[in-house]
């Protein structure tokens, strides 16, 4: 099935409607790769803050939907880029802060985000 310009930015994660606080700013971001993300949620029991879930079903239309990390709830701690690596495919590629803000043009806080 050929790719849709559209598509390309089905990656970046929706903000979650309840922002939490971090104690202080990553060093490193959790990306998943969509594309070769499998849906089988290995990495979802690792995360020490619960920021992964499954992509909302009417994202894509396919039966398993792949994963996407919570950027403003991600410490950074790579556990689930170690887990996916082991177990699956090697789906989930940790960015340094500076390069996921500037890729994804969103800006990561130190405290909590305080909405307009």
Known sequence: MPYKSEDIYKTIPELPAKITAKKKKPR???????????????????????????????????????????????????????????????AIRMLPIAEFEVTYDIQITDGPVKKP
Not at 36 to 63: L, M, N, R, W
Not at 66 to 83: L, N, T
């Open 28 to 90: 490193l971001m959790a990306v998943i790769d969509e594309d070769s993300c499998t849906g089988c949620q290995v990495c979802v029991p690792f995360c020490p803050v619960d920021c992964i879930e499954s992509v909302p079903k009417d994202k894509y239309d396919i039966a398993i939907p792949p994963v996407q990390v919570r950027y403003d709830e991600c410490i950074g701690c790579q556990i689930c880029a170690r887990v996916c690596t082991k177990l699956t495919w090697d």
